[in-house]
């Protein structure tokens, strides 16, 4: 009898780890119903990088859009192999100052032209059509409220390398 009052014990930590790691992967994201677009951005050298690319420690983010209507920045050194996704690329820096990317496209609206945007002095970034919040900065681009929560759509990550001899920071799928 004292084998089965072990087992027992034993099990119910099993068990209970069974269910969460089933309830977790209930609350998975999508952050892949962004239509696929090429994604390269380069930033050449330390320079452009001082320039044009994320300052600060921590909690800074650039937008970069590059395509026949537009370019923003204006004045970022775009190249023609260069490419900024669906609808454009968000960098940031995490709290700990580490880079993140994703596309500007809200993935709840799915067009490239409703793009989210950060609200002055906020952690956040928000589409400005159906509301959706998403944590840029702590949670790699989660959705926090709106249709995108209740759906489970995160913004589409993008990765941040760095580059080679002649490339500083690389944006990429």
């Known amino acids: 009898m004292p084998t089965l009052s072990l087992l027992s014990r034993m099990a119910a930590p099993l068990l209970a780890g069974m269910i969460m790691l089933a309830t977790a992967s209930c609350e998975s994201v999508d952050d892949d119903r962004i239509p696929y677009a090429e994604v390269h951005l380069t930033f050449h050298t330390v320079g ?3 320039i044009y690319g994320v300052q600060g420690a921590a909690a800074s983010a650039r937008s970069y859009i ?3 209507k537009e370019r923003v920045p ?3 050194p775009y190249t023609t192999l260069d490419r900024t996704g669906y609808g454009g690329l968000l960098l940031v820096t995490d709290i700990l100052g580490d880079l993140h990317a994703y596309d500007l496209a809200c993935p709840y609206e799915c067009r490239p ?3 989210v945007t ?4 906020e952690l956040f970034a ?7 919040t998403f944590d840029i900065f702590q ?6 409220t709106g249709p995108a929560q209740e759906r489970g759509y995160a913004l589409k990550r993008y990765s941040v390398t760095s580059g080679g001899a002649t490339e500083y920071r690389v944006v990429t799928r």
């Open 74 to 76: 204006s004045d970022f």
């Open 126 to 132: 928000r589409c400005p059509s159906c509301g959706s």
């Open 66 to 68: 590059f395509n026949s």
């Open 113 to 115: 032209n409703i793009r």
């Open 139 to 144: 949670n790699r681009g989660n959705p926090m």
């Open 118 to 121: 950060i609200p002055a002095d």
């Open 48 to 50: 452009d990088w001082n």
